[in-house]
């Protein structure tokens, strides 16, 4: 069981460990301030009750004081919150996520690393480059 990221043309399957890595690099690629801030959701783990109430709560202060300043845009963030078992964007947001990313390139593992068509950064990009170029939107599941 894993994600299963596509655009019309293109697709990538991967576990939501690397999902999660490559959502943590879009928002480490969109802004240094916000690439530090989510990653701060790694420290929740251990969290429970009215501690992870508290710790949204800042949080998503936090969250929505980096949108206001236009450190990130809504879009983006809501690509990187949106659940990682069922999401989708539209052109616009695959547009504004594409022009951060599309100088980016790793050699990092974000799908299955026993699979011979394991997915890699420059596959990912592919998926938003193919919606910016032929519209529709980007799903995943």
């Known amino acids: 069981m894993g994600v299963t990221i596509e655009s019309n043309n ?18 480490q690629l969109s802004h240094v301030e916000f690439g530090k801030h989510y990653a701060k959701l790694e420290n929740t783990m251990f969290l429970f009750g009215t501690e992870i109430e508290e710790y949204f709560k800042k949080y998503d202060a936090k969250t929505n004081e980096l949108i206001k300043e236009n450190i990130v845009t809504v879009e983006i963030a809501n690509f990187c919150y949106q659940s990682d078992c069922e999401g989708s964007i539209d052109q616009d947001q695959a547009k504004q996520i594409y022009e951060k990313i599309k100088d980016y ?15 890699m950064f420059s596959d990912l990009k592919n998926i938003f480059k193919d919606c910016v170029e032929n519209g529709d939107t980007i799903e995943w599941s």
């Open 10 to 27: 293109f697709s990538a399957d991967m576990g939501y460990g690397g999902f999660n890595r490559f959502r943590t690099k879009v928002a």
């Open 105 to 119: 390139d790793d050699n990092i593992c974000y799908g299955y690393a026993g699979r011979s068509d394991c997915a």
